[in-house]
């Protein structure tokens, strides 16, 4: 079975930084494109950010585009999304997700983690 | 503001059938697949529909997925009180080099 695993959520400051990780097994993670999508308190889903099975392309919302970073590391099948400036808006539960293709423009996510809960405030 | 729109409410009773529709552009449902998402608060949303009308195994063929023009629905038919959730159409969009959702729609099983 396909699990992901997310880690790395906490409470921190408007403008500083978290790194996120997401632990996949069940799957060649290598095949697969990988994503994040975040809800906020009260909120729809919001996609944030995706990567293609190489980590040669990354896609980027415009709410983070400049202050997250997406990678992999394929060698120890774990997705990280690095988090910069960090905003009271940034606040949301950040689901990892397995995309149903290698590349990373698709809407498909066919398996989601639990989830892993920021928050930023002072 | 969501890129793509859908009405945020939808009911229906036991056994019904209901449609929940989707608004997007031509550079999101005009020119790429629709995915659909159930999502209870709190847990993993799920994958309903992927390419605008395909089902993943093990997702009932009560739900189906159309998509004409830069819209789509969502129909769930024979509705059941486990199909009270939340659901969120998805597409990538050209112009925007992403993926876009829907603001979601909250549907009540009466």
């Known amino acids: 079975d396909v699990q992901l695993l997310e880690s790395g959520g906490a409470l921190v400051q408007p403008g500083g930084s978290l790194r996120l990780s997401c632990a996949a097994s069940g799957f060649t993670f290598t095949t697969y494109a990988m994503t994040w999508v975040r809800q906020a308190p009260g909120k729809g889903l919001e996609w944030v950010s995706a990567v293609s099975y190489s980590g040669l392309s990354t896609y980027y919302a415009g709410s983070v585009k400049g202050r997250f970073t997406i990678s992999r590391d394929n060698s120890k099948n774990t997705l990280h999304l690095q988090m910069n400036s960090l905003r009271d808006e940034d606040t949301a539960i950040y689901y990892c997700g397995k995309v149903y293709s290698g590349d990373g423009y698709n809407s498909a996510f066919d398996s989601w983690g639990q989830g892993t809960l920021v928050t930023v405030s002072s | 503001q969501s890129v793509l729109t859908q009405p945020p409410s939808a009911s229906g009773t036991p056994g019904q059938r209901v449609t929940i529709s989707c608004s997007g552009s031509s550079s999101s449902i005009g020119s790429n697949a629709v995915s659909w998402y159930q999502h209870l608060p709190g847990t993993a949303p799920k994958l309903l529909i992927y390419s605008s009308i395909r089902r993943p195994s093990g997702v009932p063929d009560r739900f189906s997925g159309s998509r004409s023009g830069t819209s789509a629905s969502l129909a769930i038919s024979g509705l059941q009180s486990e199909d009270e959730a939340d659901y969120y159409c998805?597409?990538?969009?050209?112009?925007?080099?992403?993926?876009?959702f829907g603001g979601g729609t909250k549907l009540t099983v009466l």
């Open positions: 998805a597409a990538w969009d050209d112009s925007l080099s992403g993926v876009v």
